[in-house]
């Protein structure tokens, strides 16, 4: 039987919300071994001058214990 555990990863990106999914993701698995998957939960943007100057997530990972 396998067991899993979340985490709550929070990511930016000065160039998208897919590009800050992909960071989270990337700097996770640096430290993390068995990631089977993420949902987003949210997405927010730091806005400067009415132009979004990055892009804000937070998801939740999802990997397997060893």
Same mark, same amino acid.
């Given at each position: #039987?396998?067991?899993?555990?979340?985490?709550?990863? !929070?990511?930016?990106? !000065?160039?998208?919300?897919?590009?800050?999914?992909?960071?989270?993701?990337?700097?996770?698995?640096? !430290?993390?071994?068995?990631? !089977?998957?993420?949902?987003?939960?949210?997405?927010?943007?730091?806005v400067?001058?009415?132009?979004?100057?990055?892009?804000?997530l937070? #998801?939740?990972?999802?990997?397997?214990?060893?």
């Amino acid at each position: #039987m396998a067991v899993a555990r979340v985490t709550k990863i !929070t990511a930016s990106s !000065t160039k998208s919300w897919e590009d800050a999914a992909l960071e989270g993701l990337k700097r996770t698995a640096a !430290t993390v071994r068995g990631i !089977t998957g993420f949902e987003v939960i949210s997405q927010k943007a730091k806005v400067d001058s009415g132009k979004i100057v990055e892009y804000r997530l937070t #998801m939740e990972v999802t990997f397997v214990l060893e």
